[in-house]
């Protein structure tokens, strides 16, 4: 895992998110969280903090159901401008 991407990862378990996965291609982050109630705004601060908002291209949060899983996940995915 690259450093933003561990630093995303950080930041979101920091504030009591349970991150069950963070993965990226090519430029695509994807942050999928354990908790279909996140607040989306506060998700978008917290990815801010980390990465400048100048580079975060499309920013989403959505809610998904993941196969194999019981629960829905709040995702954030955005492009990241490096």
Do not use: C, K, P
């Not at 980390?50 to 159901?65: K, Q, R, W």
């Amino acid at each position: 895992m690259s450093g933003v991407d561990a630093d995303l990862r950080d930041a979101f378990e920091s504030e009591g998110y349970d991150v069950a996965d963070v993965t990226r291609n090519r430029r695509q982050l994807r942050i999928e969280i354990l908790d279909d109630e996140a607040s989306a705004e506060q998700l978008r601060a917290i990815t801010h903090e980390v990465v400048d908002e100048a580079d975060v291209l499309g920013l989403d949060v959505s809610t998904e159901s993941t196969e194999g899983r019981d629960a829905m996940t709040t995702v954030v995915s955005f492009r990241y401008r490096s």
